[in-house]
């Protein structure tokens, strides 16, 4: 029971648009869509499908434009090959080449564009990939934010992968590969404007390893994903609209570290909407599901893994939290950005 | 999280709990009108609606300060926004809500220097930085959020900060809650009067719903329990025959609230005669504007302002939200013409709105 595509009604772009939430969607669906529609892009999955020869490629790019170009745990350069990497890796696909384009501002320092690419070498090389193209272009002063990477990957599906939507069942288990919004408050942060002391660090890490080894576990797993821009309430938002099915969450189980639940709250923001960079919330059979976790949680990026909540029948299309205080509440798809609230 | 954790307990939630559903009489609905945008927004996140009874029905009021902003107002805010010299600065909840021209953040996009604040504090510290500009902060909130502007103002005048202003559109708390009173469809037996606003002005004016309207009213925190906890405080004053102005946030609310901030406030802003309310029309003494002396910091005085009233939409029925008459999926456009990503009224406006925290968090509930 898909539904039926969003319409874009605005007249402008505006920020909200680049949200990930529901003026992303309406951007892709209402325009890019109706332009650009065909068979491999319709799914809009994290990665499009390519038969070649009898083997499944995956095929997949991403913009980077964090600022500020370096914060804590991470920069721009590392987060430019995770985040391809980690998009290949939840279309169950091992990641074979990137490519890299650069958008350079006028003056920008050459020994720091020297050492934002070493660090994307060491992310290739922790990633098993060769960065084998790449583009750069320089544009004038006060025309980019110092600095904007694009990054392109292709991977090898693995031949038993069967990974989708459509495979969902009520039932399965909702299981997530560790602490959630780490990235996102770490680098909201790392801008200062908050004047919040807070020692955090961005999870950026390719996710890899831990979908090697869910997969392992064949068909039982169902459902992949990098909860990425928009955080998990957006992942699990597009999954049970997309499959009709219902999400349900159990709040005590997730994992938070105190200083995002602290910021998310000073800020009145939902760590559930916040960004993660080298994480995956999978979707895995009922019966695999304390399988998943072991193997999850065996390696290093697992340590927090956790089982976070369930598949239902009802009610169809909804992510719903069960509260710790023992209500319980929808967790909807935002519009736009999460804004801090004034009290 | 320690200070947080223990106000979240769900072991206590259910004690809690069982006492309101000992405490509520079958058959008897009490509505209860949490009048703060923050308290309709705890219910929803954290399901408080699941842990009482039928019988006690939460009414969500007008102390949304994003909501209750009219569309002209945002009109004008939107007009300062595209001066060309002007830096204009919101809080991030304010740059969605739409006037008759659009959003904050549809100018932005159009050109406008449009930049989220997290404080008043923040818009000075830019107007020292970029004194060739003239930096207007847009100041809106209930008592709660007007002190820090009072402060930013009075600490502008001693530096002799000079571009910078406010775009003052504080309110009070009083008189729409009398409005509210006086309306013909009535159906509030209690309230729920709000925490922060009160750690400012205190639990005094409130005196006035019991006094002249025989309603209870106890001043509460933001957390759930707290929230559990002031309606067993209301239910008990109602099955004992008691109507007082009862304090569950003791830890940080005074009778005679802060006097410190009260003086800020004094000294640098008065009330208006009158002003419009989206949802609820023009109220009495119900905004504060600033002082003439510091008619130097006054965007309304320094910039020509289009000034122009928008009709609110007739569709909208939040009037009828705001005093309980109605349920928000009650009204003829909730969820169908009026959602978030467009919305037509006050109350679906903010996620503090009735309609939006509903929208978002709650149509689980509605009944089929």
Known sequence: MKQRRARLRDELITLAHGSGGKASRALIEGLFLEELGNPLLNPLGDAALLELNGSRLAFTTDSYVVHPLEFPGGDIGELAVNGTVNDLAVAG????????????????????LRRLAASMARAAERAGVAVATGDTKVVERGKADGLYVNTAGIGLVAADARLGEENVRAGDRVLVSGTLGDHGMAVMI?????????????????????????LELGESVRWLRDPTRGGLATALNELARDSGVAVALEEAALPLRPEVVGACEILGIDPLYVANEGKLVAVVAADAAAEALRRLGAHELGADAAIVGEVRAEPAGLVVLETAFGGSRIVDMLVGDPLPRIC | MRYVDEFRDGG?????????????????????????????HAIYKHGVEQLVPDEVDFVHGPGCPVCVIPMGRVDDAIALAE???VIFTTFGDMLRVPGGRGSLLEAKARGADVRMVYSPLDALELARRNPEREVVFFAIGFETTAPATALTLLRARAEGVRNFSAFCNHVTIGPPLRAILDSPGLRLDAFIAPGHVSTVIGTRPYDFIVEEYGRPVVVTAFEPLDILHAVVMLLRQLREGRCQVENQYTRVVRRD??????????????????FEWRGLGW?????????????????EARFELPGDRVDDPKACQCGEVLIGAIKPWECRVFGTACTPERPIGTCMVSSEGACAAYYNYGRLTVPA
Not at chain 1, 93 to 112: H, K, N, Q, W, Y
Not at chain 2, 16 to 32: F, Q
Not at chain 2, 283 to 299: N, V
């Open chain 1, 93 to 112: 696909a091992t990641p074979l080449a990137l490519s890299a384009g650069f958008v350079v501002e006028e003056g920008f320092e050459v020994a720091r």
């Open chain 1, 190 to 214: 790392a801008r200062g404007e908050l004047q919040l002391e807070v020692e955090l660090a961005s999870d950026t890490a390719p996710v890899h390893e831990l979908t090697a080894s869910l």
């Open chain 2, 12 to 40: 206590l939630a259910q004690k809690l709990s069982h006492e309101i559903a000992g405490l509520a009489e079958p058959d008897r609905v009490v509505k209860i009108m949490e009048v703060c945008g923050g308290h309709t």
């Open chain 2, 83 to 85: 001066r060309p010299e």
């Open chain 2, 257 to 274: 609230g802060n006097p410190r901030a009260l003086a800020a406030l004094a000294e640098t802003m008065e009330l208006r005669d009158t």
């Open chain 2, 283 to 299: 109220i009495e003494h119900s905004a504060l504007k600033l002082r003439p002396e510091l008619a130097e910091w006054d965007a």
